[in-house]
């Protein structure tokens, strides 16, 4: 690297801001200690030394002319993938998989390399973790053994452009961008300046190639991408996969997506021959569901377009300690407090002295406030002990004076139901006068969690 200007800076390992000196905490993002000192040579921009100009600069052209027949997508063969990317790839995109080691980024994206590649699309697939070897006997496991993908297991940024130059893949997967490495940086491998650059050099070459790039990236104990925010800002689409350790489901979360909505969920379940799609989740989540106890509802969340049917359950028991101990999974702590509150005051139950603790059934996490009313209920049951009748679902956003609110898209939640084989649906009032079609349950319309509980016990 002789020649170049060379000099130390402080990079901050979390936002990537640099700073001429030590400093024990980030102007800019506040952290502490994040700052570490890299020797850096100021690379060119572009894409490096080996580009030779070829791929040239673009002329300006009107709104107008540019005609869209480039969004194309490919379908990738993976249904639920394709959901939560808004359907399907789009050529010259960049698509960051961020998850848990081990959850099951390497597996979902040689399955979609061999889906891609399978109507003679050359998909080249990069590990800088393993070896060449050790992915053919992951894909003999999956029985994609004898796959057209094309198979590189390299760290070096510039040997990987050397084989992209001769290759040309339509579809391009790195695993995982904080292994490669730039030589014209002189940090670490996974250090920001490397993940900045050695992304932003890969996604300046998939859009000007009409490459659609994969990347997978590591996410810190946090649970935040390792590596700069900044990754996330440069990528079209971010998509999450999640699971529960000791849970076989998987969930794909869209956190970002140019090109599609953001609340599409994906469910897969890791079989012993890799990923296998869950087109029908409800059935899935209550396949397990105790009936006629006490503290067990199935409430109806919408997750994107997709209504998913799932068994939240509560636990009500007398405190040993001075303190009751509130403990929830899948859902907002902030929400059981609340209602919590809400039972209290308005509906006399004497619960606030009581632990508590509710869960999702299957690792799911519910966000909706339309789950309000069946956390209430559940609650409710379980400190009664009195069971809700298991042909029963309720959804409803509670207010904070007892009152309930319509959530949207109810015709759709109560059309879900139906199909799982559900006859009573307790829902928000205001939702029951707007339903377009009467469908064949029992609908109740519920204006109060006074209501709903008169109903129920
Ligand atoms: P992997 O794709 O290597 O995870 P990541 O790349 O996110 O670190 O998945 C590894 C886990 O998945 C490992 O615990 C084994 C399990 N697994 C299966 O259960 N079945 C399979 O067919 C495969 C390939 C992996
Ligand atoms: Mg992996």
Redesign the pocket.
């Known amino acids: 690297m002789s020649g170049k200007a060379e000099k130390t800076v402080f990079v901050c390992q979390s936002c990537g801001s640099q700073s001429p000196k030590w400093l024990g905490r980030c102007p800019d993002c506040s952290n502490w200690n994040s700052l570490v000192e890299e020797t850096r040579s100021y690379a060119r921009p572009g894409l490096g030394p080996w580009d030779d100009g070829s791929l040239g600069a673009e002329a300006p052209q009107p709104l107008r002319e540019i005609s869209t027949q480039a969004e194309q997508r490919f379908t990738t063969g993976v249904l639920e993938l394709d959901r939560v990317l808004g359907g399907g790839v789009v050529p010259g995109s960049a698509v960051l998989i961020g ?10 994206l040689l399955q979609t390399l061999h889906a891609l590649s399978q109507d003679g699309a050359l998909a080249l697939y990069i590990s800088g973790e393993e070896s060449a070897r050790q992915i053919k006997m ?1 894909g003999e ?2 029985g994609v053994g004898d796959s057209r993908v094309q198979i590189l297991a390299e760290t070096a940024l510039e040997n990987i452009f050397k084989t992209l130059k001769t290759l040309k893949p339509r579809f391009l997967a790195i ?1 995982s961008i904080q292994t490669i490495f730039s030589g014209d940086l002189s940090s670490a491998p996974g250090s920001v300046s490397q993940v900045r650059e050695t992304a932003g050099r890969l996604i300046l070459w998939a859009k000007k190639t009409v490459t659609s790039l994969f990347l ?1 990236g590591h996410v810190t104990k946090e649970g935040l991408l390792a590596g700069p925010r900044v990754l996330e800002h440069m990528v079209d689409t971010v998509l999450y ?1 999640e699971g529960e350790r000791g849970h076989s489901y998987r969930i794909l979360r869209a956190v970002k997506n140019r090109f599609g909505s953001t609340n599409e969920i994906g469910v897969f379940e ?5 990923l296998a799609e869950i087109q029908d989740p409800s059935s899935l989540f209550l396949a397990e569901r105790p009936c006629d106890v006490s503290g067990s509802v199935v409430v109806p969340s919408l997750e994107g377009t997709r209504p998913i049917l799932v068994e939240l359950q509560a636990l009500v028991s007398p405190s040993n300690f001075g303190v009751p101990r509130r403990t929830s999974m899948g859902v907002d702590a902030n929400r059981v407090s609340l209602l919590l509150a809400v039972l209290e005051k308005k509906a006399g139950l004497p619960i606030s002295g009581q632990d508590i603790f509710v869960n999702v059934a299957g690792g799911v996490r519910l966000e909706e406030p339309a789950v309000d009313l069946g956390i209430a209920a559940a609650l409710a049951s379980s400190f009664l002990d009195r069971p809700i009748p298991s042909n029963t679902i309720i959804f409803g956003e509670v207010g904070l004076t007892g009152e309930v609110r319509g959530v949207s898209q109810a015709d759709i939640r109560v059309k879900e139901a139906g199909k799982l084989g559900f006859t009573r649906c307790l829902l928000p009032r205001n939702n029951l006068e707007k339903l377009p079609v009467k469908p064949t349950l029992e609908l109740i319309g519920i204006s109060s969690l006074q209501d709903c509980l008169g109903i129920l016990f």
């Open positions: 998850g848990d080691p081990g959850i099951g980024k390497s597996t979902l992951r496991r999956l695993d997978v996969f890791m079989k012993d021959a890799g």
